[in-house]
């Protein structure tokens, strides 16, 4: 029960430094590993309660003190079994919360790129067009005119973003 203890507590840890893929998989394996404690302990303990009654004529009278404190210790282990399980789920959950978490900046992060290139795309989708009575085709500085447009849209948003601290 105090390797289920530390082992609970190193992955809590590790998950909070860094949540990786492969932590999911070790939670899984101590969750299974103490469903399988409390299965026999859900057993073990009754018969245990049985014996420490005296209710087998095979077992001694002095003896039975001795059978009361295994089945008090073995309470004990099931009633941790159940504690750590309610550990492992917690810890599941807080994976899963680290993982969305992230995962929340990477699409923010993207969102904001997609935002910022929306407007830029548009004037260059204007500009690329091929008529022939555009005005600014046939101006010196219409190439120039262009890329500033989209630069002073690129800054404007970045401030914006950076003021809503978004950025």
Known sequence: MDRYDEDLDDLEAKIMADPHPSMLEQIFDLKRSLQRVRR??????????????????LVDRNALP?????????????????????????VLEMYLSMQSQRLNEVMKVLTLISTIMLPLTFVAGV??????????????YGYVFALSLMGLITAGLIWYFKRKRWL
Do not use: C
């Not at 008529?131 to 600014?136: Q, V």
């Open 40 to 57: 026999v302990a859900v057993h073990q303990k009754e018969i245990l309660q049985r014996l420490s009654r005296g209710e087998f004529d």
């Open 66 to 90: 001795f059978y009361r404190d295994v089945y008090d210790h073995f309470v004990r282990v099931a009633d941790l079994t159940e504690s750590y399980r309610d550990l492992v789920a917690a």
């Open 127 to 140: 500009y690329g067009m091929n008529f022939e009575f555009m005005p600014e085709l046939h101006w010196k």
